[in-house]
């Protein structure tokens, strides 16, 4: 029987609110940053491709492709907890970059980084906890092991 409030979120019961968090958290920014960043981009690939920054020196072109794989793709396989560590890696480098080399790693003023540092915050969180146990890696990775 769950005695007060602190052993009902940190006891063998509890487990399920940490899981539930890292789904938030997860679908959250996966979705915002499709539908608010990744979304746009690949709608106006075609006249963004000579004029997108290149902060890695590999022309405007590849550094719009492989944001809109980022943004697009990464944020899918996040929202769905696929291989989202893996994921989560271009989503980091991505928002490092926005932050410290477009925006100057300023957080405050005209052209600031607020929101890639937000996101950065979030997707280095979730590279270091997991996807946690509502995601197809936490089912993959049980079938594969073989438990039930």
Known sequence: MIKSYAQWITGPGGEWLKDVGLLVLRVWLGLS???????????????KAASF???????????????VFSEVLCAVLLVAGLAARFALIPLVVTMAVAFFVIHGGRLVGEGNGEMAFIYLAGFVALLIAGPGRYSFDHYILRAFRGNS
């Open 33 to 47: 940053m499709l539908l608010l960043h990744g979304w746009g981009k690949v709608q106006g690939m075609a006249d």
């Open 53 to 67: 920054p290149d902060p890695l020196g590999v022309g405007s072109a590849m550094s719009l492709n492989l944001v």
